[in-house]
């Protein structure tokens, strides 16, 4: 952490203790929250790991939380795959990259249910149709977590 402190030269530039406990404390609860200015966000990471995959050509994803204070990650990937098996490779590919980011952060509750694939046409495909056991076609999509797709990607 860096501080400045000025001595003698005059009012206007000596920085007031209050000042000084108040940027402190900023920068305290920064660290503390995980917020800052030098660590991407899940968003960030994610997009940089799945713009990266043939057959996307495109990811716009944001993070935040919901009104249960759950983390999510939504967005869609724009996918180019003419096939509907290379779409759906595609799409798990997305996950298979997104879920490890989350992993490896040591984020396993972010809710990843609202990461949709999006084809040429406009056509959506979701976490849902990932998963064949998912236990109904109409799977609120705001419960799905990378914990629950760990299994699906080898990890624990």
């Known amino acids: 952490m860096l501080a400045l402190v000025t001595i003698g ?4 530039t000596v920085m007031s203790r209050r000042g000084m406990l108040g940027g402190v404390g900023a920068l305290a ?14 968003a960030e990471l994610i997009t940089e790991e799945v713009s990266s995959i043939d057959g996307v050509s495109g990811a716009k994803l944001k993070t935040g939380r919901d009104n249960r204070f759950h983390t999510y990650v939504v967005g869609m990937v724009d996918i180019d795959a003419a096939s509907s098996a290379e779409r759906f ?35 959506e495909i ?4 990932l998963d064949p056991d998912m236990p109904t076609e109409d799977f609120p999509l705001e419960l799905v977590s990378a914990e629950s797709l760990f299994p699906r990607y080898g990890l624990d």
Do not use: F, W, Y
């Open 89 to 123: 490779r595609v799409c798990d590919e997305v996950m298979r990259t997104a879920v490890p980011v989350l992993h490896e952060r040591d984020e396993p509750e972010v809710k990843v249910g609202g990461l949709n694939g999006r084809l040429p046409d406009g056509t």
């Open 29 to 42: 609860a920064a660290a503390l929250t995980g917020c800052s200015v030098l660590r991407k966000d899940r």
């Open 126 to 129: 979701t976490a849902v149709e």
């Open 9 to 12: 030269l005059g009012e206007s």
